[in-house]
């Protein structure tokens, strides 16, 4: 059973800095892709960025309103994904999901299309004076 | 930026059947995956590739997308499927996309 652990959310200023964690079990961790997913309070999800395995590249992508900010990481060995988020601004208060992807298909040209599978509880993140 | 419009709330009987939309342009190119989030809880994937249900999702749970609309149809809706449904895709430019979301009440 796939199970997806975020840690480290809490009250920090703005401008500060706080880095979540995500404890992976349950599946091959160094063979996914993950994403980080948001929710502020009574609001919808909204996409925070994603990182490849390594054999795809291991590159990130991210959401325009975190780029530049915000760092996606992964441990393979601690089967650990990171979300380090600096500069943070109050409308970053929001629950922090970490979510497992899976490929779900692969075109002719052998392009792979992946999809958010598994998410975890979620970690809260509030960002106050 | 590429953008998924839903209706917010959407209302259906008990045993009977719920459409709810998801609105983009040339949506019927991509591929969409819908979610569903009960009070308190994490989403969980419901439909995936348009029309696939993972493991454990109930047949009731249907997808189609053409055109410009994706549509989730709930057949028989009982009362656990009351929930926030969110609709979403990929696009090269905006990543992954969700829609606004829909709130669906049983009656």
């Known amino acids: 059973e796939v199970q997806l652990v975020e840690s480290g959310g809490g009250l920090v200023k703005p401008g500060g800095s706080l880095r979540l964690s995500c404890a992976a079990s349950?599946?091959?961790?160094?063979?996914?892709?993950m994403s980080w997913v948001r929710q502020a309070p009574g609001k919808g999800l909204e996409w925070v960025g994603r990182?490849?395995?390594?054999?795809?590249?291991?590159?990130?992508d991210y959401a325009a309103p975190v780029k530049g900010r915000f760092t996606i990481s992964r441990h393979d060995f601690k089967n650990t994904l990171y979300l380090q988020m600096n500069s943070l601004k109050t409308e970053d208060t929001a629950v922090y999901y970490c979510t497992e992807m899976r490929p779900y298909y692969y075109d002719s040209s052998g392009y792979s299309y992946w999809a958010i599978w598994s998410w975890g509880q979620g970690a809260l993140v509030t960002v106050s004076s | 930026s590429y953008e998924l419009t839903q209706p917010p709330s959407v209302s259906v009987s008990p045993g009977q059947t719920a459409s709810i939309t998801c609105s983009g342009d040339?949506?019927?190119?991509?591929?969409a995956c819908w979610f569903q989030q009960k009070p308190g809880q994490s989403p969980v994937l419901v439909i995936y590739q348009d029309t696939k249900r993972p493991s454990g999702i109930p047949e009731r749970f249907s997808g189609s997308n053409s055109g410009n609309t994706a549509t989730l149809t709930i057949s028989g809706t009982q009362a656990m499927d009351e929930a926030d449904y969110y609709c979403?895709?990929?696009?090269?430019?905006?990543?992954?996309?969700f829609g606004t979301g829909t709130k669906v009440t049983v009656l």
């Open positions: 349950g599946f091959t961790f160094s063979n996914a892709w």
């Open positions: 979403q895709a990929w696009d090269s430019s905006t990543f992954y996309v």
């Open positions: 040339k949506l019927g190119n991509k591929y």
């Open positions: 990182i490849k395995r390594k054999i795809d590249g291991g590159t990130t």
